[in-house]
């Protein structure tokens, strides 16, 4: 034993533990990080004690965490400082002190520590200690990702279920960007995000999000090109193309439908998007693009308000449109899945903020586009 950690205080007011009851706790430690706390839980003592008093700070003195000055703290434990004190000193959050050692299976870099945070989310704390660890990482990359009120919120909301990562990211970037209307990000979701929201609600509207960032950085600034068939009139409907972001966010507005999802497409050169309007109203929304089996340009679906089957009128209007034009002599050729990027000025524009406020880059959401960039979100 290292007895340059002994002193008197700790023998006055160590609290009296049967070695058993400490042994068994430190047994529940996941087994990664379980040789790293025994050896620490055998250097003294007062440090095994944690085990039960304090698994969390414990579980800080064993396994390495930046900026924290794990001899220090050993040394106010092994002094009899109050382990408010200590945990103060270490930064921990006065709620860890109820995880079970089960809970510990990552280091804790990004915890809740605002008073108000930290005082709602000790409600929900997991009531099993074999849910612990999932409930934790959880509120960890909640908190890593968004922010300390989003972190409370999927503490509440996804408890011990498991959170997928990229339903993490792309709701909390949703949530961040919902409290800062100030920014193109925030202008970009139908529905804001708050504390109060449901988890379906969250993750239809962060879904419609996602899909607004999408075709703003797959499509970005640019005109639609080519459009392949003409902009006309059959039988009173006028079939307008939808050549820009913007008309395409507009019509899915206007018909509460899923267009939006279409960016990555339009992008590769799979699909064309047109409304078709009777007397300036908005009746149908279609998709032109190749037909699977034949090669040859066609009507790949289309779809009334919210979705809906459309009536016969404008289902024959929409034929006679297509029959109207020699399909055999346009070719689609559809691009490289590889070589297709979101645009880089557009996504810089859209995330610097988060970047800044974060002061990282992170490996997920990268300085320069990929396509899987996306995909992981």
Known sequence: MDTSFSAPLWAANRTALSESKVAAHLRRFPRRHRLPVLAIARVHPALADLAVSYPALLFMLAVPHRGVDAVALRRMVIAGAP????????????????????????????????????????????????????????????????????????????????????NLRRQALWAWFSLRPELEGARLGNRPWTPQIARRAANKASIDWFDRLSLHVTIAEAAVQPLWLEAKTVHGFDFVPLLSAQAIHEEARVMDNCVRGYGMDIALNMERLWSMRLNGRRAATLSVGNHRDLGLLTITEIKGPKNVKVPREVAVAAKCWIDGVDVTAIHVTERNWDAVLPDASAWIRLFKPYWKDKQRIPVWLPLIPTRSTLGGL
Not at 142 to 149: L, Q, T, W
């Open 83 to 166: 382990l408010k004190a200590v945990a103060r000193a270490a930064e921990l959050p006065a709620w860890t002190r109820n995880l079970p050692p089960e809970a510990f299976a990552r280091p804790l870099s990004h915890l809740p520590r605002h008073e108000t945070c930290a005082r709602q989310i000790a409600n929900y704390l997991p009531k099993r200690a074999r849910h612990a660890a999932s409930w934790l990482e959880n509120v960890i990359h909640a908190c890593e990702f968004g922010d300390e009120a989003f972190a409370v919120w999927v503490a509440r909301e996804y408890g011990t279920q498991k959170h997928y990562h990229f």
